[in-house]
């Protein structure tokens, strides 16, 4: 929440569980800072609590690889026991066993927006839109099960 990414990610988090009647319960809330070492540390905090979640939603990739790892290294199955969900869809996301499940951002889409916006300073300019919001994309692989893809979609 340090960053607009990471403030607009947990919003969106939010959002979801709002949108599923779910209540945003702080103690299933870890603090990460996008790192693999955070993922894994989040993974370990789940783990101690008297009833551990069943799916994890990361607001990256990074922390989803570590947090996948910690599991395992605990004899946690994803997603037999807890589903994780990732952003960014890293190129690593579709390569591991099991494939991540995440949200791809539209980085073409955000980079030719941000070059349009650049060229249009450079020319004294100002950029045809200050904020601009652009849609991401669930890609479901194979870290989620068919009942966390359904409350997802």
């Not at 959002?15 to 009647?21: A, E, Q, T």
């Not at 494939?99 to 791809?104: D, H, R, W």
């Not at 060229?119 to 194979?142: C, F, K, N, T, Y």
């Amino acid at each position: 929440t340090d960053s607009d990414i990471g403030h607009n990610r947990f919003a969106g988090y939010a959002h979801g569980l709002k949108k599923h009647n779910i209540t945003l319960d702080p103690a299933l809330v870890f603090k990460g800072n996008y790192s693999f070492d955070s993922g894994r540390h989040g993974a370990e905090y789940f783990l101690s609590l008297k009833t551990p979640p069943s799916a994890i939603v990361c607001a990256n990739d990074a922390m989803a690889l570590g947090a996948m790892k910690k599991l395992d290294r605990a004899g946690v199955r994803v997603p037999g026991d807890i589903s994780i969900i990732g952003f960014d869809d890293i190129e690593i996301a579709s390569q591991i066993t099991p494939a991540l499940t995440t949200v791809a951002a539209p980085v073409n889409a955000i980079a030719n927006r941000a070059f349009a916006a650049l060229s249009a300073l450079m020319q004294g300019l100002a950029p045809a839109s200050p904020h601009v919001a652009l849609s991401a994309e669930l890609i479901v692989r194979d870290t989620c099960t068919e009942l966390d893809q359904t409350a997802v979609a």
